[in-house]
């Protein structure tokens, strides 16, 4: 499947962002989704995760409660909204795409067991 991310942007600190990451290629539903980022000088971390049928979350901490994950099947997308942005979300932001597991498990936070990847979507806040 390819995964195209797209949203980002440069703002200020408290406002919001839509990022969204198109999938094409494969069967959608069979994917988990997840997104990653990454910051300049730091190791990509673990953002957000929805399972294939839009029923199991993740959010990190950093992000709980700020960050909405979402995904719309007859568009072939996923979403990250993005509220109350500070500058320590300025990162580099990656779609991801896991072979989905079953209907209630777990998502996964790991990088390793994603396997399609988008190209990044950078978001930068400034305080």
């Known amino acids: 499947v390819q995964l195209q991310a797209f949203g980002g942007g440069l703002v200020q600190a408290g406002a919001s962002l839509r990022l969204s990451c198109a999938a094409s290629g494969r069967t959608f539903v069979n994917y988990d989704m997840g997104w990653f980022r990454q910051a300049p000088g730091k190791e990509r971390e673990f953002v957000a995760a929805i399972n294939w049928s839009g029923v199991v979350l993740d959010y990190a901490d950093s992000v709980k409660g700020r960050f909405t994950i979402s995904r719309d099947g007859d568009k072939n997308t996923a979403y990250l909204l993005m509220y109350s942005l500070k500058p320590d979300d300025t990162a580099v932001y990656y779609c991801?795409?896991?072979?989905?597991?079953?209907?209630?498990?777990?998502?996964?936070?790991?990088?390793?067991?994603?396997?399609?990847w988008g190209q990044g979507t950078e978001v930068t806040v400034s305080s």
């Open positions: 991801a795409a896991r072979i989905a597991r079953g209907s209630r498990l777990p998502v996964s936070r790991q990088p390793s067991e994603y396997i399609y």
